[in-house]
């Protein structure tokens, strides 16, 4: 190209007041009920409470298959 990128043609803009045509109104949003922050924190703990007791118990067993395959490996 010679002359460079001249950029986007020229658009017509639409006539003052133009909107698309409505077929349906939307209805309006409901409210949404109130949450209770007491109970989301409590069972956020309970949650994290059974995470961390999952993980605790896997990283025993893991712990206990090491040692297991090193005293097969020793002896």
Known sequence: MPGGYAGPPPTT???PGWRPPVYLEATPARTLPAQDMEAMD???QRAQRVTW???AVI???LLLLLCLLCSRALF
């Open 13 to 15: 803009p639409p006539p």
């Open 42 to 44: 409590a069972a956020e």
């Open 53 to 55: 007791s999952v993980g």
């Open 59 to 61: 990283g025993i067993v």
